[in-house]
């Protein structure tokens, strides 16, 4: 069993719908939860940051981490076509690499 | 303020050559770790440097080697290239100090082995 599984998708929805990303964990003592997005060609960039669990929410996205289930999300409200990207999670337990999933590619049709 | 800085960003090489991508770290930060990424798949740690020593190591042969200069400035060597070190190489820069993971990535070297 990998540390950390994503759903590669590819997914793909229309603009403005709301837009679920999951990863599942396995490592209990996992304790920063990140989501990168990654453009094409590009390098990932850092999109949300969740310390242990709870929601945190910023603009059009929201990151929840719920560590009793290992699971943590990321929302996308209102989706658009510039939010069309590879979103990456990832997490660590702190003073240690971090652990990437594979990915969700993402496709906001217009 | 410049972000992480990577040369070069596209290479093709060939079975058994030896490569070096080069990475300048974000303005400020000191610590440096690379990355690779396969087709597909999210990145996975290779090593980190601190203070011009290699602190952390991932799972990858000795054929991957590093070097961090005076300057924070970092390279990544491979030796004696195999076709599956085909990749997207990134490198991340964060402050020393930080220990929450928040790593600032720059555009990567895609290497292509012949």
């Known amino acids: 069993q990998k540390e950390v599984e994503q759903d590669p998708g590819p997914l793909s929805v229309p603009e403005g719908a709301i837009v679920s990303l999951n990863c599942t964990y396995s490592?209990?003592?996992?304790?920063?939860f990140m989501w990168y997005r990654q453009y094409s060609r590009k390098g990932p960039e850092l999109l949300m940051y969740?310390?242990?669990?709870g929601n945190k929410e910023d603009g059009r996205f929201t990151a929840q981490v719920d560590k009793s289930s290992k699971y943590i999300s990321l929302f996308i409200r209102d989706s658009q076509p510039s939010d069309s990207a590879t979103y990456l999670c990832a997490m660590h337990k702190g003073n240690t690499p971090l652990v990437f999933g594979k990915g969700t590619r993402l496709s906001v049709i217009a | 303020d410049a972000g992480v800085t990577q040369s070069p960003t596209h290479l093709i090489k060939t079975r058994g050559q030896q490569v070096t991508l080069r990475c300048s770290p974000k303005?400020?930060?000191?610590?440096v770790s690379w990355y690779q990424q396969a087709l597909g798949q999210g990145p996975q740690f290779i090593f980190q440097?601190?203070?011009?020593?290699?602190?952390q190591r991932g799972n990858f042969p000795d054929r991957f080697s590093g070097h961090q200069f005076p300057n924070y400035s970092s390279e990544l060597n491979v030796n004696a290239l195999l076709l599956g070190d085909s990749a997207l190489y990134l490198c991340?820069?964060?402050?020393?100090?930080?220990?929450?993971?928040?790593?600032?990535f720059g555009e990567g070297s895609r290497l292509t082995v012949l």
């Open positions: 490592n209990s003592a996992f304790q920063y």
């Open positions: 991340a820069s964060s402050p020393g100090n930080l220990d929450t993971g928040e790593l600032f």
């Open positions: 969740t310390y242990s669990s």
């Open positions: 303005s400020g930060h000191d610590t």
């Open positions: 440097y601190y203070e011009e020593e290699e602190r």
